[in-house]
């Protein structure tokens, strides 16, 4: 009676060993997919890469297409009829849009590096705690987010105070500083820059300048080169401090030099009828012009992202939550 009634008990105490719980089924990993959503996920992805390129590829098909063949043929995916005019055209001796180029290339380097510099020195004391104005500084960047003394003070400011109109000066200066850049930079700088690492080298003698420089910013790289891809992009696709601040052709930046041409393309194809025998219209580019002109402003600007691409994904997961 007692060697049966132990028997069931011997048996619970045998599943309850560790053999006994390796014959259980495994758990499944949240994190992992199937094979088969792997790869619908994957096949989705390059469609949508495909559909993203497209317009890009149109875009480098028609400018070097012939104004005539693009007319009677319409937009193909290979070119009827291949031609470099637009470019011809566009780059032609003594051509503006020479100068443009060489104006924004200017303009956009020294704005990024300015941008990068006085960011940096704004972001970098709203870390320190021992900064005793550092609420009002932030405050007062905060309220330039929010608020901002309209078109008419700036033009004011641009032109009579700091007295930059009609100079290279007027092509980056009004935007190599943005409020929210320094609060993106001084959170990435709080949240990788460890306040042990600081006080260690404080307590060894470092001045601030010295800790910023020899410290700070070698672990900030990837936020400096987060800011510097976004100023450089907005300095390279300015198009408003040249239409208010500037009056002289040798200073127009690309974008205002293509406004003003397309403009002009527009008014001389608008008023055809009127200059016969002035301007041979069938010589002028009109839609490949268009997208050669496309295709040198987005140039420069979609070779320099894989340059920062790796700097760009972790400068843009700041914040994130770290293991």
């Not at 290979?78 to 020479?98: D, K, M, Q, V």
């Not at 470092?206 to 910023?212: D, G, K, V």
């Not at 001389?268 to 580019?285: F, H, I, K, T, Y």
Request: glycine share 4%; no cysteine.
């Amino acid at each position: 009676m007692s060697s049966s009634s132990a028997t069931p008990t011997r048996q619970r105490n045998l599943l309850a060993l560790p053999f006994g719980r390796a014959k259980a089924k495994p758990e499944r990993d949240m994190l992992s997919i199937s094979r088969s959503t792997n790869v619908v996920l994957n096949v989705a992805m390059v469609v949508l890469v495909l559909l993203t390129l497209a317009p890009f590829y149109i875009i480098i098909i028609t400018s070097v297409t012939s104004e005539a063949s693009l007319t009677e043929n319409g937009y193909r995916l290979w070119p009827e009829e291949f031609s470099l005019n637009a470019y011809t055209y566009l780059f032609r001796e003594g051509s503006i849009i020479i100068t443009a180029y060489r104006n924004t290339i200017i303009s956009t380097l020294l704005g990024t590096i300015l941008s990068v510099v006085l960011i940096t020195l704004y972001a970098y004391p709203l870390t320190r705690p021992n900064f005793r104005f550092s609420t009002f500084f932030t405050f007062f960047a905060f309220f330039t987010m929010l608020f901002n003394g309209g078109l008419v003070s700036y033009y004011m400011v641009m032109r009579q105070v700091l007295e930059i109109h009609n100079t290279m000066w007027a092509l980056f200066l009004p935007s190599s500083f943005s409020p929210f850049w320094v609060f993106v930079l001084r959170t990435y700088m709080k949240t990788n820059v460890p306040e042990e690492l600081i006080e260690a080298a404080r307590i060894d003698g470092a001045s601030e300048w010295r800790i910023l420089l020899q410290v700070v910013l070698p672990l900030s790289v990837p936020g400096l080169a987060t800011v510097a891809l976004f100023s450089a992009i907005g300095i390279w696709n300015n198009f408003f401090n040249v239409l208010l601040l500037v009056d002289r052709v040798e200073l127009y930046n690309l974008q205002y030099t293509i406004y003003s041409t397309l403009n002009n393309i527009r008014f001389l194809l608008e008023n055809a009828s009127r200059m016969q025998g002035v301007v041979n219209l069938a010589d002028l580019p009109s839609q490949t012009f268009r997208m050669a002109m496309a295709v040198v402003t987005i140039g420069p600007i979609i070779l320099a992202y894989p340059f920062f691409q790796r700097y760009f994904i972790r400068g843009l997961t700041i914040g994130a939550i770290k293991g």
